[in-house]
Structure formats: C-alpha cells, structure tokens
C-alpha cells in the first residue's frame, strides 16, 4: 500500500499495477505510469501500462492486512478490477485480501459497472466464498463507477451500479459535460437500509465532482452547478467537489470572478491590466466558487481533511 495524492483516500492500494484495456484519451493513471520522477513504476509492465497482475500484493505484508490502523484505502485505481480481461480468480482474490482485513474502509472504482455488478453480486449471493453473510457487501466497502459525461452510456453505468447491494457513488471525473440524472428521481434511489442492516440496491451515497487536470481539455463550471443541482433534491447524497480550474494573475495575484472572466480581453487582468491570468488545476476549496465548495464525503477520512 502507498499514500496517495487522492484526496478523498488516505491509501492506495494496487494488487494490478497499472495497466488497463480500455484506452481511455484522458487517462491519469497513463501518464503517471509513464513518468519519470521517483515514484514512477519500476515494473515494465506498469511503466507499459499493459493489463497484467501482481499476486505478491495479496500477500499479508503488501496488502490492507498488513496494515494494522483503519484508514481509507482505494482499490485498484490504476487499473480496472474489473477490466473486461482480468479473470475471475484475480478479481476474487482481491476481494478475499479486501474482506480479510475489515478494520479499513475500502473505495472501489471502475469504468465498467455492469462487469463489476456481476462479480460482487456472485460474490455476496454465494457468502463470499463462505465469509460474508447478509446478503449485500460489507458495509465498510463503497463501490463506485466514473461517469464522464452525457450520454445513453452514463445511464446504463449508472443503472448497472444499482444493481449492486451495497454502498454505492459515483465519480463524475474528468466532467466533459452536463451528466443527465433523470432516472435517478423517486424514493428508490434514496439512501437507505433494509432490515438486515445493509443499503438497498440502487442507494447512490455520494457524488465526487472534478475537472481534468490537463489544462488543454475543456471545462465550464456550469457541468458541475448542474450535477450538484441536481444532488442536492436527492435526499442524504453527499457531495465531494474534488478540482476545479481556476484563473489567477502571475502578476499581482488576482482571481479573477467568473462574471470578470466572462468580460476578459485576450485574458487581461481585471485589476492590474496585464495579459497574464493563468489557467490551472487547483484542489484547494478556497479558490474555487462560493456555490461550488461541497466538500461531503459518504465515507470518513483518517489522515486527511475533507
């Protein structure tokens, strides 16, 4: 397990390295892999971001097991767990590491929901192999699937994450657009738990929201008003506003306000008048919008402030 840069984790925990099939343009886990720096992977596999496996990691000593204090640690963030390749027996071994060590809140995410609804629904019907009863997924688990933007392929993510009994969210990162919720409206998708204690299928918890953090995609904060206009009727949902880009002058030090932007020239500075209002990528909920600086996570973090 390693820190991590994510905010909303306090650990990462990666048992498939990096590596994924799906191809994705905008993937961070891409460029990290093939950087340079200290932390970049030394595995050739992982530096070739190519679909493999590291089954040491299940091992006590390298995974949430050997890591006695509760934390909050992210599943496979490198990668997909549940990428269209990886078998079965990966994807159960990982979960038998995940369920051996209950003291941890675990964070899963994955781009392929319907995979994911499969796996985990076989994994609780048949006791988990013979450890979990209840019927759902243990309540320290939250699985999530990344949502980029609008589209019949949101919804059917979406609807195929309710599928799953458990503790469910959705990442809407990198936001490319006003993501359609329609579906989500009625008592159904509300959250809630049944009498055995768990959440009931279709209980969206939480929202995290995030630009790209390549400064060259686009982004209007409009995406992300829509997407916590509509949280906001769903009772309970939390949300999680994780980066925002914001403007600033390398001059004097001015943000700009987004009604000042909207009356820019060639991105000259409001205040000093010089042309040097930079765009950047910032986590830091000070520099984002008053409206914009949900910071609710449906899980609690231990090193970290929300």
């Given at each position: ?41 030394k595995c050739p ?192 949902l939390k949300v ?13 030090g001015h943000r ?51």
């Amino acid at each position: 397990m390693n820190k991590t840069g994510i905010a909303y984790l306090d650990f990462a925990w990666n048992p498939c390295g990096f590596g994924c099939s799906h191809g994705c343009p905008t993937c961070f886990a891409r460029r990290q892999a093939t950087s340079t720096g200290p932390t970049a992977p030394k595995c050739p596999d992982c530096r070739a971001f190519l679909f493999h496996f590291h089954p040491e990691r299940l091992e006590r000593k390298l995974s949430p097991a050997g890591h006695r204090k509760p934390a909050v640690i992210g599943v496979q963030f490198l990668g997909d767990l549940f990428d269209e390749l990886r078998p079965s027996g990966e994807i159960y071994g990982v979960l038998a590491a995940v369920y051996a060590a209950p003291q941890h809140t675990y964070v899963f995410l994955t781009q392929r929901p319907a995979k994911a609804a499969i796996h985990l629904m076989e994994w609780y019907s048949t006791g988990g192999g013979g450890h979990v009863t209840g019927g759902g997924l243990p309540r320290n688990w939250h699985v999530g699937c990344t949502i980029k933007g609008p589209g019949p392929q949101a919804m059917e993510d979406i609807a195929a994450l309710c599928q799953i009994r458990g503790r469910l969210w959705l990442s809407l990162e990198p936001l490319a657009g006003n993501v359609e919720f329609y579906h989500l409206n009625g008592s159904s998708y509300l959250h809630g738990v049944d009498a055995l204690g768990c959440v009931m299928p279709g209980r969206i918890e939480g929202v995290v929201i995030g630009c790209d953090n390549q400064l060259s995609e686009p982004w209007t904060n409009s995406w992300a008003r829509h997407a916590i206009d509509w949280a906001r009727q769903v009772d309970g949902l939390k949300v999680y506003v994780k980066q925002l880009i914001v403007f600033h002058c390398a001059t004097c030090g001015h943000r700009p306000t987004e009604a000042e932007l909207g009356r820019m020239d060639n991105w000259q500075c409001p205040a000093c008048g010089r042309p040097t209002v930079l765009r950047s990528c910032s986590h830091d909920p000070a520099t984002f919008p008053p409206d914009l600086r949900d910071r609710e996570l449906p899980w609690t973090l231990t090193t970290k402030q929300p």
